[in-house]
């Protein structure tokens, strides 16, 4: 069977390093916000090319702190698209505010931003774009009606750590960017993670603070804060996988292009990229009519894959007040979508395997 993500190879090529940096944090005795975490929020904030790195527990967290942060509440809305991952969505409403979701654009699945601005109404506070499956949100457009509505903008980077729109890389496109080092993203560690960029001084120091129990320093609780930390462990085995993620992103352009380039078959619609650094092919997602039928057929020929993602936030029983509510091009992507395995340890046979079984499914 060719695995969808095989993570115990991907994480046993660090195996070595990752033991002898954990020894190091035994033999200091120092688990939370240590030197480990300085080390790789300084490294991850140097990567983005953002002033700030805040280390968090996961992903929804950073997404959630960002708001909370910004201090939008109750009556506040919050422009989202309506084809994400469900935590997108959880991290507004958990804030109490108003998810307004957007359609996306077929073509990049990214939230479209011809279709955003009719949505902005007098208690719009904030677009977050999703880089959804990797690819970067062509922000121009998105920038401009920030500026024109004076609204913020986050980023929900969980899928897309290396992107590049515009030479900026993503986590430095937009007022604050939340990441998820979720074991299986392009840059995981083993267990939960998470992280906030942003390159406003004030702000990151809020988020530092609401973060560590809303304290600015040690029993002093300025904020009604939560707890969301980065452990030292973890920050130390992400130290390790970010020198390495540029490398680990130019292996899954390679298997992208080479995808893109020899799957032919009417049948199945291939992804499209603007610009091929602006993708990092977290997931590699096809769409075809018959999803079901081309997923068992795969799994047939020993390939396995995922749905990314089966149900969109609007038809879940979490959000049954909108499940009457039509996205007609977000239920079409996911009623067609399904990704092929891409990972940077993927051998040129797995590759070719799956572009000659996929050539021949009719
Ligand atoms: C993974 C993911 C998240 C959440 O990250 P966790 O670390 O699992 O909390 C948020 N948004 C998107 C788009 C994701 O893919």
């Given at each position: 069977m060719i695995k969808f993500l095989d993570l115990e190879k991907i994480n046993n090529r660090f195996r070595d390093e990752i033991n002898s940096r954990i020894a190091k944090i035994l033999d200091k005795g120092w688990y939370l916000q240590g030197e480990e975490n300085e080390i790789f929020t300084k490294n991850f904030a140097k990567y983005c090319d953002t002033k700030h790195c805040i280390g968090v527990a996961n992903g929804l967290d950073a997404l959630n702190l960002i708001i909370k942060a910004m201090g939008f509440g109750v009556g506040d809305e919050i422009i989202v698209p309506?084809?994400?991952?469900?935590a997108s969505i959880l991290a507004i409403t958990q804030n109490g505010c108003t998810p307004v979701l957007v359609e996306p654009d077929i073509?990049?699945?990214?939230?479209?931003?011809?279709?955003?601005e009719e949505k902005i109404t007098p208690k719009t506070k904030a677009i977050m774009v999703v880089h959804l499956y990797g690819q970067a949100v062509q922000m121009e457009k998105i920038w401009q009606l920030a500026k024109k509505y004076n609204l913020k903008v986050i980023e929900d980077s969980a899928q897309a750590h290396g992107a590049i729109y515009n030479n900026l890389k993503?986590?430095?496109?937009?007022?604050a960017s939340g990441f998820s080092f979720?074991?299986?993203?392009?840059?995981?560690?083993l267990g939960d993670g998470g992280a906030i960029t942003t390159n406003d001084d004030e702000l990151a120091k809020k988020i530092k603070a609401i973060a560590n129990?809303?304290?600015?320093?040690?029993?002093?609780?300025?904020y009604k804060g939560v707890n969301s930390r980065l452990d030292e462990i973890q920050a130390a085995i992400l130290d390790i996988k970010l020198k390495y993620l540029d490398e680990d992103n130019n292996r899954r352009r390679e298997i992208s292009k080479y995808y893109r380039e020899n799957?032919?078959?009417?049948k199945i619609i291939l992804p499209r990229t603007?610009?091929?650094?602006?993708?990092?092919?977290h997931v590699f997602a096809v769409r075809t009519q018959k999803r079901d039928e081309f997923q068992q057929y795969l799994s047939d020929n020993q390939i396995q894959t995922i749905i990314h993602?089966?149900?969109p936030p609007h038809k879940q029983l979490a959000y049954s007040e909108w499940?009457?509510?039509?996205y007609p091009i977000s239920e079409e992507i996911h009623n067609t979508i399904i990704s092929l395995p891409i990972s940077p340890v993927m051998t040129d046979y797995e590759i070719e395997k799956i572009v000659e079984v996929a050539n021949e499914y009719i």
């Open positions: 309506s084809n994400t991952y469900i073509n990049t699945y990214n939230i479209n931003p011809n279709l955003i993503t986590g430095n496109l937009s007022d979720y074991p299986g993203k392009n840059l995981g560690c129990y809303g304290s600015d320093r040690k029993y002093h609780h300025i799957i032919k078959n009417e603007y610009d091929e650094n602006s993708h990092v092919w993602y089966p149900t499940n009457n509510l039509s």
